[in-house]
């Protein structure tokens, strides 16, 4: 199990009947919490399964989904009828189950015993059949769900119930998730922008604004000494830092003491409002005579914003809330697979036949988890934008190599639309004029054909990046979510893309009637 997913469960629920006499339901019983000890024995699944026992009837069943609504630990069911279970009976518990769903189409034995096997272990065994009974209830109720199909004790089974896992915790946090919104989304910016009322009541995550008088009243009480020692303590031995910046004297080491004070004004505020989450706007930072009257942030907090990321705070640039809350998302679901997570944004590209590329970063907002460094760089430059054109504290690196999945969410007015796409991230050249974080990646299938599909379907210039998760993260997020999905990967077909774009909308316009 992994540890921050402790106090989460998935409750495990076998469907069965009384048609075959109570010794067989016994039997189901007894065969349902051997699975679910494997299960939780295999050291594949990050939450722990809790057997709930067999459901016989319609009361039954209503009265097991019940309680996993109203607890709290309870993340998500997992239903498997072990021997034929009337679907008619699942109806009224599937209606009103609020939390996601996985049918498992399994069996207790592997084989068939062909020398032993006379009707009565037929009748027992019959998730061949029960499950298919089961399986149509779901489609008729258009109920969301996710079916695993396999032999429980293969690793590949218990794989994709563990993704499914990692999902519903994900899901949980995101309806316990305040982003905070420290000014307004800039420049005019549509993609940035969005519903926050449909957000809460599709995706879960509440957004708020914090007026930035609020984040003064915090960084007034943030006291000299606790600055001190977040520098010296902790930049000067976390990060590779010049000597000349360590001079107190200096303008560069007055930056990095100021980022430090603005990291713990930012820290103080989400903890007392609980915020999981923010946003920035570098044209709000405070009094604008700063320099004069001391009190706002003398620089973008961009090293507050890479080391908040780090410890698993949403973050969106230039009031970015989506990419905020999906970035919460992305960080919690990696949480044990030891592979980093990033927001970032689409910049500037490399035009290389095959080999062409994007180079992502953003000013000065990347996550120093996708470090190649085991040190990254604390180092202070000029940044000629925003309010404050100042000599501003970064973390400068480039990112490690390897294939991840980048995803954003984007409001289409109807309905959010969820993008992913597969990337592969390659070697950078040196930036010795850019001291930026950066990441050069090559989109799934090709440049061109994963630019295009992301482009054709809407998809933002902020994403939020992932080394340790894959499409079926976000295809089973989408599911749970009920939102369309639209993954690009090696497999991907522009044309066959564009056409299932078209027919989305047709669908969805069509789900929201049916439903």
């Known amino acids: 199990m992994v540890k921050t997913f402790e106090n989460f469960e998935v409750w495990f629920v076998t469907g069965a009947q009384l048609l075959y006499g109570g010794d067989a339901v016994k039997q189901v019983d007894g065969h349902s919490k051997e699975m679910v000890d494997g299960l939780n024995k295999s050291g594949r699944l990050p939450i722990k399964v809790v057997y709930k026992g067999t459901a016989n009837n319609t009361n039954e069943v209503a009265a097991v989904m019940s309680e996993a609504n109203c607890d709290k630990k309870c993340v998500g069911v997992i239903t498997w009828m072990h021997t034929f279970s009337p679907a008619k009976m699942w109806i009224h518990g599937l209606q009103i189950l609020q939390k996601p769903l996985l049918h498992l189409h399994t069996q207790y034995n592997q084989h068939i015993p062909y020398d032993t096997m006379d009707m009565d272990f037929m009748n027992l065994n019959q998730s061949a059949h029960g499950d298919r009974e089961y399986a149509h209830i779901i489609a ?110 200096s303008e560069g080491y007055k930056k990095i003491w100021n980022s430090a004070k603005a990291e713990l004004t930012l820290r103080a505020v989400l903890k007392d409002f609980g915020a999981k989450g923010f946003t920035t706007n570098f044209d709000d930072l405070g009094d604008y005579n700063v320099e004069k009257t001391g009190r706002g942030f003398d620089q973008i907090p961009g090293l507050a914003s890479q080391r908040l990321m780090h410890d698993g705070f949403g973050f969106g640039a230039e009031g970015d809330w989506k990419s905020a809350a999906l970035y919460r998302t992305t960080w919690f679901m990696s949480q044990g697979l030891g592979a ?30 996708i470090s190649e460094e085991a040190k990254p760089r604390l180092e202070v430059h000029f940044l000629g934008i925003g309010i404050r054109k100042s000599q501003t504290a970064r973390l400068v690196f480039t990112t490690k190599q390897g294939h991840g999945i980048t995803a954003t969410i984007v409001d289409l007015g109807n309905r959010f639309r969820l993008i992913a796409d597969d990337v592969n991230l390659i070697k950078s050249k040196p930036l010795p004029k850019l001291p930026v974080a950066s990441a050069l990646w090559i989109p799934e299938p090709t440049f061109e054909k994963g630019v295009g599909c992301w482009m054709e379907a809407g998809g933002a ?47 969805y316009l069509l789900h929201k009637a049916l439903r």
């Open 461 to 507: 210039h902020h994403s939020c990046f992932s080394f340790g998760l894959t499409d079926e993260f976000w295809r089973d997020y989408a599911v749970i979510a009920d939102i369309e999905a639209c993954i690009i990967n090696k497999d991907t077909d522009p044309e066959q893309f564009k056409k299932e774009l078209r027919w989305n909308e047709v669908y």
């Open 340 to 369: 980093g997570t990033s927001f970032l944004e689409d910049y500037t590209l490399d035009f290389d036949g095959d080999k062409t590329a994007i180079l992502e970063s953003h000013m000065l907002e990347v996550n120093p988890d």
């Open 140 to 249: 008729r109720l258009r109920k969301p769900c996710k079916t695993v199909i396999g032999y429980w004790k293969d690793g590949k089974t218990q794989d994709h119930i563990a993704v499914w896992e990692r999902v519903c915790a994900g899901w949980a946090d995101a309806h316990d998730c305040l982003i905070l919104r420290f000014g307004d989304q800039m420049n005019n910016v549509a993609v940035t922008d969005g519903d926050k009322v449909s957000a809460e009541q599709v995706l879960g995550y509440h957004v708020d604004y914090c007026p930035f008088s609020t984040v003064m009243q915090y960084f007034d009480k943030v006291k000299d000494a606790e600055v001190d020692d977040l520098v010296h303590n902790v930049y000067f031995k976390e990060y590779t830092v010049a000597d000349n910046l360590k001079d107190k004297k």
